[in-house]
């Protein structure tokens, strides 16, 4: 049976083995440096745009930014991203080589993001022309901010429509209500015949009142008239009282026209004004520079994660084969490993 494991048997084993992992190291150095030399170098530029609130925001509210509303903002990720906006730029520069698709060749050149907890879009291209890698970058937004004017323009051009829309009714309907209050039958003519009704019935009533004898052919005849006024001058009070209710009416309905009218004129008024105001605008604030640097391949990144592959796979290996080393049968002519000096280690129990 093999002997318990000891930690000095094996850290002596370890530095047994240390022209190994010096080897292990020289040979993922030299390969990582071969493959870094040889890879195409691209270059990053970054072109930056500010997210700025609407302008008629309250200033005090465009300070308590919540994070709802950051994340709202992310829209313009997709904005300045867009296929359409994307492919432009491809045929503008002529960025694509061979029958590579516009998705992969967009993953491997374009990226659009907004830095966390920040209103600032930042527009990220990488090329292996410096030049064209800024050009690009800085078409793009360009192009997003057209974009992001373009569609404020149209939503305040519909809202405009609608409000024009609006009033027009508004006015149409002031117009039906003036006629109908104009074409009215006027009151004058129908209260001066009730008042000439009743005055006739008043001087037929003395007249009566005069007569010594009621059952003479005159007092029937007055009563007979009198009864007749009464019933036209009934007849006319309904007339007037209809004619009076309904210009009532009808000028309650032009007084509420004109209200909306008014009301409308002043919206249309407040969407002219504000138009423009009312969504976030973008603005270039840094179209970028040339890049005078790659950003890939990164040489001492690279270096470094070959370096730190080399060792971990040299403990691996090296740790397996201690084991297998110690699990097999010792020959007996074979000399058993190294103990680890006393004088490092101390003494072993």
């Given at each position: 049976?093999?002997?318990?494991y000891d930690p000095y048997e094996y850290l002596d084993y370890l530095r047994g083995r240390a022209r190994f992992l010096t080897a292990t190291c020289a040979v993922a150095l030299g390969l990582s440096l071969g493959?870094?030399?040889?890879?195409?170098?691209?270059?990053?530029?970054?072109?930056?745009?500010?997210?700025?609130?609407?302008?008629?925001?309250?200033?005090?509210?465009?300070?308590?930014?919540?994070?709802?509303?950051?994340?709202?903002?992310?829209?313009?990720?997709?904005?300045?991203?867009?296929?359409?906006?994307?492919?432009?730029?491809?045929?503008?520069?002529?960025?694509?080589?061979?029958?590579?698709?516009?998705?992969?060749?967009?993953?491997?050149?374009?990226?659009?993001?907004?830095?966390?907890?920040?209103?600032?879009?930042?527009?990220?291209?990488?090329?292996?022309?410096?030049?064209?890698?800024?050009?690009?970058?800085?078409?793009?937004?360009?192009?997003?901010?057209?974009?992001?004017?373009?569609?404020?323009?149209?939503?305040?051009?519909?809202?405009?429509?609608?409000?024009?829309?609006?009033?027009?009714?508004?006015?149409?309907?002031?117009?039906?209500?003036?006629?109908?209050?104009?074409?009215?039958?006027?009151?004058?003519?129908?209260?001066?015949?009730l008042t000439s009704l009743i005055e006739f019935q008043t001087k037929l009533r003395e007249s009566l009142a005069a007569e010594e004898s009621d059952t003479g052919a005159r007092v029937q005849?007055?009563?007979?008239?009198?009864?007749?006024?009464?019933?036209?001058?009934?007849?006319?009070?309904?007339?007037?009282?209809?004619?009076?209710?309904?210009?009532?009416?009808?000028?309650?309905?032009?007084?509420?026209?004109?209200?909306?009218?008014?009301?409308?004129?002043?919206?249309?008024?407040?969407?002219?004004?504000?138009?423009?105001?009312?969504?976030?605008?973008?603005?270039?604030?840094?179209?970028?520079?040339?890049?005078?640097?790659?950003?890939?391949?990164?040489?001492?990144?690279?270096?470094?994660?070959?370096?730190?592959?080399?060792?971990?796979?040299?403990?691996?290996?090296?740790?397996?084969?201690?084991?297998?080393?110690?699990?097999?049968?010792?020959?007996?002519?074979?000399?058993?490993?190294?103990?680890?000096?006393?004088?490092?280690?101390?003494?072993?129990?």
């Amino acid at each position: 049976m093999a002997d318990s494991y000891d930690p000095y048997e094996y850290l002596d084993y370890l530095r047994g083995r240390a022209r190994f992992l010096t080897a292990t190291c020289a040979v993922a150095l030299g390969l990582s440096l071969g493959a870094s030399l040889l890879l195409p170098k691209k270059y990053t530029a970054t072109a930056r745009l500010m997210i700025e609130p609407p302008a008629s925001s309250d200033p005090r509210a465009a300070m308590a930014v919540s994070p709802i509303y950051l994340e709202s903002l992310r829209t313009f990720e997709i904005l300045a991203s867009s296929d359409n906006l994307f492919r432009q730029a491809v045929e503008r520069f002529g960025l694509r080589e061979g029958s590579q698709s516009l998705d992969s060749l967009k993953k491997s050149v374009l990226k659009v993001s907004i830095p966390r907890n920040t209103k600032v879009l930042e527009i990220i291209v990488k090329l292996g022309d410096p030049r064209k890698a800024q050009a690009v970058a800085q078409y793009l937004a360009e192009e997003a901010v057209k974009l992001n004017r373009k569609v404020s323009r149209e939503g305040d051009q519909e809202l405009a429509e609608d409000a024009e829309q609006m009033l027009a009714g508004a006015r149409a309907k002031v117009e039906a209500a003036e006629a109908a209050w104009l074409s009215a039958p006027a009151m004058g003519g129908i209260e001066e015949a009730l008042t000439s009704l009743i005055e006739f019935q008043t001087k037929l009533r003395e007249s009566l009142a005069a007569e010594e004898s009621d059952t003479g052919a005159r007092v029937q005849r007055l009563n007979k008239q009198i009864a007749d006024l009464e019933a036209e001058i009934v007849r006319k009070r309904a007339v007037a009282s209809e004619r009076s209710a309904r210009r009532d009416r009808l000028s309650a309905e032009r007084e509420a026209a004109q209200a909306y009218l008014a009301g409308v004129e002043r919206r249309v008024q407040e969407a002219r004004g504000a138009a423009g105001t009312r969504a976030e605008r973008l603005k270039m604030i840094d179209p970028g520079v040339v890049p005078e640097r790659p950003s890939s391949p990164n040489l001492p990144l690279n270096l470094l994660v070959a370096l730190l592959a080399a060792v971990v796979l040299w403990v691996i290996w090296v740790t397996l084969e201690f084991g297998y080393r110690r699990a097999r049968p010792v020959p007996a002519t074979e000399s058993p490993a190294r103990p680890w000096p006393k004088t490092v280690g101390g003494p072993r129990s």
